[in-house]
């Protein structure tokens, strides 16, 4: 991955210095409001990162010690760790093995009675089917959180994901789609919840920091509860605005890179790529690929092929619950084979919009010579 970023990004960046206000202010609130309007969410509250967002999620969401929160373990380890930051235990879920992304069955079979919510995610763009989950949470009382990290650009029946879900964090880290150096956001239906969040970044100041600023007298501030720093700068929140123009072209290039991926390795027997599921199309945040027989080598195999051609690939997305800080720990029951599948045995090619026809051309040479190669050299 390498992050598109130009020109307008430098212009808009010296514009914030220039302005003496580089700190949270009206570079923030207007992000915030283009960005949940492009995903069509009513409200929107930047933060520092996906991860915070998550936290605060859970926060206004009322999760506390004792709850259970049913997470992907098939995810980058913020989504099972946001639950432990407010005391609740995250239980492992399994996920699709077509999809990577949990499923109303995958989560039902996590469900405890102390089930207080659950976080979905889209797992490397691929929008995940909400619809049957919250048909599933919603009369139990679950709140159903969507970690759409990867996200921006993805859509599901016609619609931006996240759009459906009453809360859903995003990550602007240079990993995704859109960035901010680092940065996040927090979008919602419900208006008291986002009013919530708006505080608790800001050390939960009852008057923010860029209104007092804005007035001779500043009026006094209360602090209503134990807050966070989890704020955005203007800084980073200009260069959201920019990005977010050219969302629409990077999706579009992204899926056309996608598109010849997947037509030039078609024929590579054993090579199973991700492809857009029926209910949405995906943003191919990460273009994977599936490695099994008759591929001669094994995932690990085809990445040391790749890197003797001179190209960088990466292993697929890891599994929370094989990592130091959670083994050993209490993370539910459930068995968890289509995880360990994927974890094991997906690789991801790379893509990123600057990549060049030609540059792809060499990664797709390079995965058909590795099968050329490999059989010769075990015959
Ligand atoms: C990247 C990622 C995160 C963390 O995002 P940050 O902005 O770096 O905190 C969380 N969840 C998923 C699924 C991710 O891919």
């Not at 123009?245 to 078609?266: D, H, M, S």
């Not at 090579?271 to 199309?281: E, F, I, K, N």
Request: proline share 6%; charged share 20%; net charge negative.
């Amino acid at each position: 991955m390498v992050p598109w970023l130009g020109a307008e990004e430098i212009a808009a960046v010296t514009e914030v210095i220039e302005s003496g206000w580089v700190a949270q202010g009206p570079r923030v609130a207007r992000f915030e409001t283009a960005f949940a309007e492009a995903m069509e969410a009513p409200f929107g509250v930047a933060t520092s990162s996906c991860t915070t967002a998550l936290h605060l999620a859970l926060i206004v969401a009322d999760v506390h010690s004792g709850d259970d929160v049913v997470v992907p373990s098939f995810s980058f380890i913020a989504t099972a760790n946001a639950p432990t930051y407010v005391g609740a235990r995250p239980v492992f879920a399994d996920v699709d093995p077509t999809t990577g992304n949990v499923t109303a069955e995958t989560v039902r079979a996590a469900l405890t009675e102390r089930t207080r919510a659950v976080i979905v995610v889209d797992q490397g763009g691929v929008p995940v089917d909400l619809d049957p989950i919250r048909a599933l949470c919603d009369p139990r009382g679950i709140v159903v959180i969507e970690d759409a990290a990867c996200g921006a650009g993805s859509r599901y029946h016609g619609r931006p994901v996240g759009a459906g879900a009453v809360l859903t964090a995003w990550s602007f880290h240079p990993r995704k789609l859109l960035t901010t150096g680092e940065g996040g956001m927090l979008t919602t239906s419900d208006a008291e919840w986002a009013a919530r969040a708006r505080r608790l970044r800001e050390h939960a100041m009852s008057v923010s920091a860029s209104d007092r600023q804005a007035s001779l007298l500043a009026p006094a501030e209360d602090y209503t509860e134990i807050g966070f720093n989890f704020r955005l700068t203007d800084l980073q929140a200009a260069i959201g605005l920019v990005q977010l123009g050219r969302l629409p072209e990077i999706v579009r290039r992204r899926r056309e890179l996608a598109a010849r991926y997947t037509a030039e390795l078609a024929d590579v027997p054993g090579l199973r790529p991700v492809v857009d599921p029926t209910w949405g199309t995906g943003n191919f945040q990460s273009f994977w690929v599936e490695v099994t027989a008759p591929f001669p080598t094994d995932r690990d195999g085809a990445l040391h092929a790749l890197a003797r051609a001179g190209i960088s690939a990466r292993r697929g997305i890891m599994a929370a619950h094989r990592q130091p800080a959670y083994r050993g720990r209490d993370t539910g029951t459930v068995l968890l084979p289509h995880t360990e599948r994927l974890t094991d045995k997906t690789l991801i090619l790379p893509l990123y919009h600057q990549l060049s026809d030609d540059d792809q051309d060499r990664v797709i040479d390079a995965m058909r010579a590795a099968t050329r190669d490999l059989v010769t050299e075990s015959t």
